[in-house]
């Protein structure tokens, strides 16, 4: 294809693969829900204070990115799977479309689409689950202050503390971004391992896993402080040069690199 990107194309393509491919999201999300009904009612039945913490606002972010990143990776793995097999991956790479027309399609399913469906049933689901943990824990001494804390995560919505305006500088989205970009960079490494490697791809979708989840702590010990996703605006803090390059090496760079990556080894193997 010598044309870049065509609209109608990338209609079209879009449309094919979710005629073909929409039961891939819809088996994930409901097995997702599943294991958050019974990961719910469990630890609604425990009435503890560890389990009440499940249920505030922080607590609802650690549950929201652990389940995109492991049914993220599920889902990618559904997604990208046919490009392991030669006759599958043929009929993908040889789709009338361009090579930028088809990345572009993983990335808007993959970082858009799938994130935006599994907020919405993960806020569904939840939901219900606070309320019910907001009447249960709240009638006891030590959670009375915490009341406004049972609210459902909204990524890049909601704020650290309830009933404050939220500001896009903070610390508390900066994070949210940092963890978004590394869920891209583990997509991409999904899409990797089935592009280059045809024979055992899930062996070196772990290692570079693993490799992945390496740099990432490493890079949260920058020379003074965790790096640029951690400084308040108007702080007295100043990063370096050098501490500003690791942060946004960690936030941009790795996410774009591994994309652009298989992007090009993708158009080696598209025909013209």
Not at 50 to 72: D, K, P, T
Not at 146 to 160: A, K, Q
Not at 170 to 183: G, H, N, V
Request: with cysteine; charged share 10%.
């Amino acid at each position: 294809m010598n044309q870049l990107f065509n609209r109608t194309r990338f209609i079209r393509l879009w449309r094919s693969y979710w005629i073909e491919r929409w039961q891939d999201l819809a088996g994930v999300l409901l097995f997702g829900g599943l294991l958050g009904l019974v990961f719910n009612l469990f630890y609604l039945g425990i009435s503890s204070n560890s389990s009440r913490e499940l249920f505030l606002h922080n607590g609802q972010m650690a549950w929201y990115v652990c389940g995109l990143f492991v049914f993220g990776c599920i889902f990618s793995s559904l997604y990208f799977r046919p490009l392991s097999d030669k006759s599958a991956g043929l009929l993908v790479l040889h789709r009338p479309a361009s090579s930028f027309e088809k990345i572009l399609l993983a990335l808007a399913i993959i970082g858009c689409v799938f994130p935006l469906a599994f907020t919405l049933a993960f806020t569904a689901l939840n939901y219900p689950f606070i309320k019910l943990a907001q009447f249960w824990y709240v009638p006891c001494k030590e959670c009375k202050n915490s009341f406004e804390e049972f609210r459902p995560f909204l990524p890049f919505v909601s704020s650290h503390k309830a009933n404050m305006p939220l500001l896009f500088s903070e610390p508390y989205i900066k994070l949210q971004w940092l963890a978004f970009s590394y869920y891209l960079s583990a997509q991409a490494i999904i899409l990797g391992g089935y592009v280059f490697f045809r024979r055992y791809p899930m062996l070196f979708i772990a290692l570079c896993m693993v490799l992945l989840f390496l740099v990432a702590m490493a890079l949260q010990i920058p020379i003074n402080n965790l790096g640029y996703w951690e400084y308040a605006p108007n702080s007295s803090q100043e990063l370096s040069r050098w501490e500003l390059f690791i942060s946004l090496f960690a936030w941009i760079l790795i996410p774009i690199g591994l994309w652009a990556t298989v992007y090009f080894h993708l158009k080696e193997k598209q025909l013209p």
